[in-house]
């Protein structure tokens, strides 16, 4: 099992960057598939990008393409999402999430979930 924690959240304007963490227990951090998430307000949650076990794939949906970039430290037990340019529509709930399945393409399979960050984008 790992324990996730996301970190890095709040309010910024339009245009701003943020860099969210998601700090990992347990030693086998290394194993598993790590995505980033997000929900915004009467939505539902959906997946921003994903990153493979040793950080060498790394897959991102349309909206994320360009501006965010995920990556991850394994001695670190730490991954990351930078996110530049944030527009207002950016605005929701950040989660990471782990999955022992190899596929950081695809949404399903995420077994562990930290509680979530805040980010919150003004105009």
């Known amino acids: 099992q790992v324990q996730l924690v996301e970190s890095g959240g709040g309010l910024v304007q339009a245009g701003d960057s943020l860099r969210l963490s998601c700090a990992a227990s347990?030693?086998?951090?290394?194993?598993?598939?790590m995505g980033w998430f997000r929900q915004a307000p009467g939505k539902e949650r959906e997946l921003v990008a994903g990153?493979?076990?040793?950080?060498?794939?790394?897959y991102y949906v349309d909206f994320a393409k360009g501006r965010f970039t995920i990556s991850r430290v394994n001695a670190k037990n730490t991954a990351y999402l930078q996110m530049n340019s944030l527009k207002p529509e950016d605005t929701a709930v950040y989660y990471c999430a782990a999955k022992n399945s190899p596929a950081e393409t695809t949404a399903d399979g995420y077994a562990y979930w930290g509680p979530g960050t805040q980010v919150t984008v003004s105009s």
């Open positions: 990153i493979s076990w040793n950080g060498r794939r790394t």
């Open positions: 347990g030693r086998t951090f290394s194993t598993y598939t």
